[in-house]
């Protein structure tokens, strides 16, 4: 840090550290530089860890002095998140859990795959975290059995989703250099010796019901969003702008070809070879290119975006791991860097517009490698943390796609469909979705789908499917769907986050008037660093008045 630090500064700082030494695999995540051939303790031990380091964090911050504005910034955002941390640990949510997308097995190849970087890769790390797996797994099969005993166990679906990925693992590490052969041998042999575990014993223990209910879910919900929501209100507004969004889709279907349905439109959307690329590599230069550019238009006018920011290395993962954006590391060892999973040998582009505005600029790329040079304002742990506060992040990056709307960035009314089919509509059938499945909801009389039915996962894939354009088809639909049982209150984060920035924005131009002004809103709000939705709208309300 540039500046005098305080207590709550060097605090956090301190915090920052002892976590990631505590958590190597979420520290890559964040980009927390120092730990890059370690992995994450997953045993009883490594969780009661971090547990304790939380606590005890919790009761320095307590007994820390506050002077100025900035430092109660500070202690208010290292308190919000200690104390959900906390209590979803004493929940039991965390020292047994599996999902789809972000427990234990996916971090462990996450934190594998950001050191591979071909010729940038460095070697005695990637040896280091490679060799380290086996262990890793051990002790995260020594708490999914404790777990297992204490009656704690993620549902089924959860389970055999990640014995799938663990095998699908394995065979990533097959097609890593010869030259990593001995450790690669011995993490595939742990890998698939772990899935057989979670096939034969953990499975059959498994319960099948999906569904936390509501006390479970507004805790989730509190984690991902930093803020406490009406979740009936906030179901009631899904769908309001579920129905506002479609019809917005039918003007531009009729742009495209007038006086057909919107099926037949995104149908026929997909089947013209204008917008298709055939190829991993060919589809990589082409979203590359699209990243640069915007880098290129928007620096100097509606943002300033600074040197180490205006490189983004995109990149086709060999399996489908999603679409997902990591900071630069903090010492920019390593690039912000858009991973984009494939589906099909010609992906369609129409979409694709509207996705990388919201990985790259002026969404993810922009916003958190923002946090990572602002070493002027931000402490460590604020820096760093934007993984642990989704609905400021991903609300950020759905505001960025609407934003490249109004600033007029989508060139082809098919890339605007892309944005609104694509990205939009799906963000609100997920508030619906997430909601409606566990809280066991039943679906409104009057909207056309199956009303006045109760949720099932079977009707959330076919809703999903109708509403996620063509992104992937059915088995996009499942993935979706499996995806918002396993991780309660992460999917309804892109839109709530929206739905803040965008209320933040107008009360800020209501508080403003001819004063108001696009770029200094966006430099004083990301300035703030990451923080919990509540915490930003009542600082804003301070900053712009």
Known sequence: MLWPMSDVDALSDRYAGELAA?????????????????????????????HELAERTLAELTATPVRTDAERRAAAVLRDRLEIDLARSVAGCVDADLNTIDSPPQRLRQAIEVLDQGERTVEADLRSRLAGIPEALAGLRVSLERGRQQGRLSALRQVVNCARQSK???????????GYRAETERAGAALLDFASYLTETLAPAAPLRDAVGAER???EARHFLGSEIDLLETYDWGWQELARLEAQMREVGAEIAPGEPLPAVLAALDADPAHRVRGADRFRAWIQELADKAIADLDGTHFDIPEPLRRLDCRVPSS???????????????????????????????????????????GHHLQLGLNVLNTGTLNRFQRMSAELHVGHSEGW?????????????????AHRMGMLAGGQQLRAARVIVDIGLHL?????RGVGFHDGERWTPELAVEFVLGRSGSIGGEEFARFQV????????????????????????????????????????????????????????????????
């Open 22 to 50: 505590a958590d190597p695999c979420l520290a890559a995540m964040m980009g927390i530089a120092g730990h890059d051939g370690e992995l994450t303790d997953y045993s009883p031990d490594g969780f009661a860890a971090r």
């Open 440 to 444: 066991e909801l039943d679906i409104p």
């Open 217 to 219: 879910y507004a805790l």
């Open 482 to 545: 499996d995806r918002y049982l396993g991780l309660p209150g992460q999917a309804i984060a892109y839109k709530v986050g929206e739905r803040a920035w965008l209320a933040a924005r107008e009360a800020a131009q209501a508080r403003q008037g001819s004063r108001f002004g696009l770029r200094t809103f966006h430099h004083t709000a990301l300035d703030l660093g990451p923080m919990g939705l509540d915490l930003l709208t009542t600082e804003l309300e301070r900053l712009l008045v």
């Open 168 to 178: 699908e693992f394995a065979d990533y590490l097959d097609t890593l250099p010869p």
């Open 397 to 413: 990056g759905l505001y960025a796609e609407r934003l490249m709307d109004e600033l007029g960035y989508y060139e082809l009314p």
């Open 320 to 362: 489908n791991t999603g679409i997902y954006y990591l900071a630069p590391a903090e010492d920019l060892s390593r690039p912000g860097t858009v991973w984009y999973s494939l589906t099909e040998e010609e992906p369609v582009t129409w979409a694709a517009p509207s996705v990388m505005f919201h990985e790259g600029a002026p």
